[in-house]
């Protein structure tokens, strides 16, 4: 069955003002997310996919703590070229236009908007929990952050190779050539710690939902560091009944 579409978006709006706009027509979701989608046949079975399996998967600490979420589901993003951010539109942009997510966050709430056509779910999903993860790091219990910022400096001390993601380990780098007592608390380091725990907690979240393989490269952490990494984090938010993130967790259910 298709869900009816509702009224067509305006190309002129950013993300924000196209949130605005239609706020009354969002559909609620399991609290705190609701969702609008725009020029798109979506089935039930697409709204599953898309929104309700990622959302169930999320550990329920994390859900207690996010603030109101509206989710955009429109055609095409296209990056912009003012302060308003991406703007949503029916065709799509240049390539050089392109942009597959977008986050517009004010004090009522986070306003998350997704491109669909030409996306593969899973590199969705990836942008779904990576928003979601910025979203905790600003709001980061200061028990978590002293546990993680632990785990980094265990690292760093022992010349750990590597990071979970492109713009951790660029942090990475510009921190190691320009820092050279890594102890310090210093704004390099706690950049870099707070891209490093958004990345790595995108990988957590993702790893519940789905089947995930981690890559691998010269700059992907080793495994038994990323899996140090995963531990610490399934510690800190455990997982919602019934959902495993290690292969072996699922075996033994």
């Known amino acids: 069955m298709v869900v009816s579409m509702p009224a067509q978006s305006n190309p002129n709006l950013s993300v924000g003002q196209f949130a605005e706009r239609y706020r009354r027509e969002m559909i609620p979701l399991t609290k705190p997310f ?53 703007m949503v539109c029916l065709e799509k942009p240049g390539k050089d236009r392109v942009s597959w997510s977008s986050r517009f966050v004010s004090k009522e709430e986070a306003v998350f908007g997704f491109a669909l056509k030409d996306q593969e779910v899973a590199d969705y999903h990836y942008r779904f929990y990576h928003l979601l993860a910025a979203l905790v790091a600003e709001q980061w219990d200061a028990d978590a952050q002293k546990q993680y910022h632990a785990l980094l400096r265990e690292e760093l001390n022992t010349n750990v190779h590597g990071e979970v993601d492109d713009e951790s380990w660029h942090l990475k780098q510009g921190m190691l050539r320009r820092q050279k007592i890594l102890r310090n608390e210093t704004k390099l380091f706690r950049e870099y710690a707070r891209q490093s725990f958004i990345d790595s907690l995108t990988l957590y979240l ?33 997982p919602p009944q019934g959902y495993v993130l290690f292969p072996e967790e699922a075996s033994k259910k």
């Open 34 to 86: 609701s969702y609008f989608f725009a020029a798109l046949p979506l089935t039930e079975e697409d709204i599953k996919e898309y929104l309700e399996e990622p959302i169930a998967a999320l550990p329920p600490s994390i859900s207690a703590r996010l603030p109101k979420i509206s989710i955009l589901l429109v055609p095409y993003l296209d990056k912009g070229t003012n302060k308003a951010g991406e």
């Open 206 to 238: 993702h790893g519940i939902c789905c089947d995930i393989d981690v890559e691998t490269g010269p700059r992907q952490l080793q495994s038994r560091f990323l899996r140090k990494r995963l531990q610490l984090l399934l510690t800190l938010y455990p």
